[in-house]
T-cell receptor, first 113, second 115 residues
Framework: DAGVTQSPTHLIKTRGQQVTLRCSPK?????VSWYQQALGQGPQFIFQ???????QRGNFPDRFSGHQFPNYSSELNVNALLLGDSALYLC????????????FGPGTRLLVL | AQKVTQAQTEISVVEKEDVTLDCVYE???????LFWYKQPPSGELVFLIR??????QNEISGRYSWNFQKSTSSFNFTITASQVVDSAVYFC????????????FGQGTELSVKP
C-alpha cells in the first residue's frame, strides 16, 4: 500500500516564476492538506481540499492556490515566487469521513533564487 | 486563539538517558486532537500518536509514553532509555474541530542523542 507521494523532490526557481507541486494521497484517503515548512520552523498550514473544494485555508496570500482532482490527487500552485517562498512543502492526506490521522509525504524542497 | 508551544528548542542527552519533550496548547475548542510527529533529517513527518480531547488516559508504546493533562493544557512526550536513532525534530500538533478545524504545529524540539 503506497503512502503519500509528492513530486518533484527538489526544485529550483527564480523570483517571479510560477511553480506547481503535486501530491498523490494514500489509498483510501479523500482529503489533502498542504503545509509550508521554512528552515528551522514548524510546518504552517496552507489549505485543505476535500471533494475537489478548498475546505479551509491558513494565512497565506492568494498567490498560493490549489486544486484537487477526482482521483483525490492535488496540486499546489505558487505564483510570482518570492525568496521567502523557499521552504519544504509537505502534503498530508487522510480520510475525513473516517476522521483518521493525517499521514505526510516526503515533501518537495523548493529553492527560490 | 489556538496556539501550540514547545518551549524547548533543543535538547541534548546521552544514550540511555530518559528525556521529556514538553507541549503546551491553547484552544477554545471543546473537541480537538493532539498529535506528536517525528521529523528525521530526511524531512518526512512520521506519525507517533493521536489523542482526542475526551481521552486523558496516558499511553505507553515501547520506550515512548505520553502524558495528557487537560487541567494544564499539556501533552508531554517521554522517551525512556533514549537511543541515537531517536535523534530528530519532534513536533506537537493540534487539530481543532469546533471553529473550522484549525491545524497548528508547534515550533518543534530538536533532540540530539549522543552515544
Amino acid at each position: 500500500d503506497a503512502g503519500v507521494t509528492q513530486s518533484p523532490t527538489h526544485l529550483i526557481k527564480t523570483r517571479g516564476q510560477q511553480v506547481t507541486l503535486r501530491c498523490s494521497p494514500k489509498s483510501g484517503h479523500d482529503t489533502v492538506s498542504w503545509y509550508q515548512q521554512a528552515l528551522g520552523q514548524g510546518p504552517q498550514f496552507i489549505f485543505q481540499y476535500y471533494e475537489e473544494e478548498e475546505r479551509q485555508r491558513g494565512n497565506f496570500p492568494d498567490r498560493f492556490s490549489g486544486h484537487q482532482f477526482p482521483n483525490y490527487s492535488s496540486e499546489l500552485n505558487v505564483n510570482a515566487l518570492l525568496l521567502g517562498d523557499s521552504a519544504l512543502y509537505l502534503c498530508a492526506s487522510r480520510s475525513l469521513r473516517e476522521q483518521e490521522t493525517q499521514y505526510f509525504g516526503p515533501g518537495t524542497r523548493l529553492l527560490v533564487l | 486563539a489556538q496556539k501550540v508551544t514547545q518551549a524547548q528548542t533543543e535538547i541534548s542527552v546521552v544514550e540511555k538517558e530518559d528525556v521529556t519533550l514538553d507541549c503546551v496548547y491553547e484552544t477554545r475548542d471543546t473537541t480537538y486532537y493532539l498529535f506528536w510527529y517525528k521529523q528525521p533529517p530526511s524531512g518526512e513527518l512520521v506519525f507517533l500518536i493521536r489523542r482526542n480531547s475526551f481521552d486523558e488516559q496516558n499511553e505507553i508504546s515501547g520506550r515512548y509514553s505520553w502524558n495528557f493533562q487537560k487541567s494544564t493544557s499539556s501533552f508531554n512526550f517521554t522517551i525512556t532509555a533514549s537511543q541515537v536513532v531517536d535523534s530528530a525534530v519532534y513536533f506537537c500538533f493540534l487539530e481543532g474541530y469546533n471553529q473550522g478545524g484549525k491545524l497548528i504545529f508547534g515550533q518543534g524540539t530538536e533532540l540530539s542523542v549522543k552515544p
